[in-house]
């Protein structure tokens, strides 16, 4: 049971990245809200997105909305955060979460490094 990132990678400001968060080894996978959050050097852990179970509510952080989108939903256990407009301060590490209700049922995938140049 493991969630599974990629797609990070080096952008110039204002390009845009994909970032993929697959549900590998789940059965089944349902009732599950997917975050992503990031983490840049120095920083705390903050949250960017979510998207509920069904995939038809997205909620963003201030400093993302419209440009970043989430998508996907349990049934294709596959998420996306698509990424525009990329600015400097993106600059992070970022994991997606699969919270199930409460610590045993939450996990995190090993993150992806995005670097937008300055």
């Known amino acids: 049971v493991r969630l599974v990132e990629s797609g990070g990678g080096l952008v110039q400001p204002g390009g845009s990245l994909r970032l993929p968060c697959a549900a590998q080894?789940?059965?089944?996978?349902?009732?599950?809200?997917i975050r992503w959050h990031r983490q840049a050097p120095g920083k705390e852990r903050e949250l960017v997105a979510s998207?509920?179970?069904?995939?038809?509510?997205?909620n963003y952080a201030d400093s993302v909305k419209g440009r970043f989108t989430i998508s996907g939903n349990n049934r294709q256990r596959t998420f996306y955060l698509q990424m525009n407009n990329l600015k400097p301060d993106d600059t992070a590490v970022y994991y997606c979460?699969?919270?199930?209700?409460?610590?045993?049922?939450?996990?995190w995938g090993q993150g992806t490094q995005v670097t937008v140049l300055p």
């Open positions: 979460n699969a919270d199930g209700g409460g610590p045993r049922y939450t996990y």
């Open positions: 080894g789940f059965t089944p996978f349902s009732r599950y809200v």
């Open positions: 998207i509920n179970e069904s995939g038809n509510e997205q």
